[in-house]
């Protein structure tokens, strides 16, 4: 069992950055791949950033790319996503997850994963 806890969010201008952290519980945690998720009003739920479960491989979505940094510590059980040169397209709910499956299983990551409440992040045009 993994709980998660995001915190960072918030509202900030086009071109700013911010910082989400991910709190975890639960000695999986260290074991397993996690990865950042989004989901804006009236859209799914979308992959942003994966991490292996040892930091050595990183995997994110095209529109991210060269913005955004996903990292590790396990010896503190937290995950981060580093958020530069955001958009107001960058708008929605950002998620943390953790899973046994590898963050880039798609479906089977997200069928087997855990889940945080979410933080909300602004980014004002």
């Known amino acids: 069992q993994v709980h998660l806890v995001e915190s960072g969010g918030g509202l900030v201008q086009t071109g700013g950055a911010l910082r989400l952290s991910c709190a975890a519980s639960?000695?999986?945690?260290?074991?397993?791949?996690m990865a950042w998720f989004r989901q804006a009003p009236g859209k799914e739920r979308e992959f942003v950033a994966g991490?292996?479960?040892?930091?050595?491989?990183?995997g994110y979505a095209d529109s991210v790319k060269g913005r955004f940094t996903i990292s590790r510590d396990n010896a503190k059980n937290a995950g981060y996503l580093q958020m530069n040169s955001l958009k107001p397209e960058d708008t929605a709910v950002y998620y943390c997850?953790?899973?046994?499956?590898?963050?880039?299983?798609?479906?089977?990551?997200?069928?087997?994963?855990?889940w945080g409440q979410g933080t909300q992040v602004t980014v004002a045009s």
């Open positions: 991490i292996a479960w040892n930091g050595d491989t990183t």
């Open positions: 997850s953790a899973s046994p499956a590898s963050y880039e299983s798609g479906d089977y990551y997200r069928q087997h994963a855990y």
């Open positions: 639960g000695s999986q945690f260290g074991i397993y791949a």
